[in-house]
């Protein structure tokens, strides 16, 4: 499966071009938003590289969901999935090959944004120190166990849940905190915020960047909550596959 993933990205330039794209133009975007806001009259609100390290990260989330997905859905649109059923392939072994396709599609995109972020604004995620290995590891996992749980959904309603793949996550954007603390939502909203890996994990950032410190009690929490989530996005996808599998619905998914 990683081979025919990597010959799909050989034969076709535009499909790497698009793994950098959004990440950079998002990077772009709020880069020079930054910049500007650093040249206001109250800069010391915005501490420096909040901004592009918050869409950074975001991406990493993003990326990681949507690389997941996206190789499922273009098994989809392929018509391969009922002869990969066929095949001696194991359920484990696909979500296995989506993950590593997904953590390479994550490294390309998010690297070459943070490569122009350097020389564009000077940002150096290395400030981030070490946990910046662990904000990402957290990022991906949540991003896989959200994709999973797509998937899922997309085997049993096929492509008209195509949307879901990439607008998942948004729908849980506000709630992550990404460029603001959770304690800014309504008192209701925030034992649901606080239910989310990833707003740990944004947190931490906030606190790295303003404090030069790194909060390992927000870093286990993330990780405490990531484990039952990945485990459910797994068990959904092997649930769904083997129902697809069963009632034969594997042969009619497609475009």
């Known amino acids: 499966m990683m081979t025919r993933y990597t010959y799909l990205y050989l034969v076709s330039p535009i499909r790497i071009l698009e793994l950098v794209y959004w990440p950079t133009f998002n990077m772009l975007i709020w880069g020079f938003m930054q910049e500007y806001l650093n040249s206001a009259t109250h800069p010391a609100v915005f501490a420096a590289s909040y901004l592009v390290a918050a869409v950074l990260l975001w991406d990493v989330l993003f990326r990681s969901q949507l690389g997941l997905t996206l190789g499922f859905v273009e098994e989809m649109w392929a018509r391969n999935l009922g002869h990969l059923a066929v095949s001696p392939l194991r359920p484990l072994e696909f979500v296995g090959a989506l993950i590593a396709t997904s953590l390479v599609r994550t490294l390309i995109g998010v690297g070459g944004a943070g490569f122009l972020a350097t020389l564009f604004f000077g940002f150096n995620a290395l400030e981030l120190g070490v946990g910046l290995a662990l904000f990402f590891l957290n990022l991906v996992i949540m991003g896989w166990g959200v994709g999973l749980v797509v998937c899922a959904i997309l085997l ?41 890996p990833a707003t740990h994990v944004f947190e931490g950032m906030r606190t790295v960047v303003q404090d030069g410190r790194l909060d390992t009690g927000l870093l286990a929490q993330a990780f405490l909550l990531n484990i039952p989530y990945a485990l459910a996005g797994l068990a959904a996808f092997l649930g769904s596959y083997a129902v697809a599998r069963r009632r034969g619905l594997l042969m009619s998914t497609g475009e």
Do not use: H, K, M
Request: aromatic residues 14%; negative net charge.
């Open 156 to 196: 049993r309603y096929g492509l008209a849940a195509e949307a879901l793949a990439w607008g998942a996550l948004f729908v849980l954007q506000p709630l992550c905190g990404v460029f603001y603390p959770v304690s800014i939502l309504p008192d209701w909203l925030e034992p649901i915020a606080r239910a989310l």
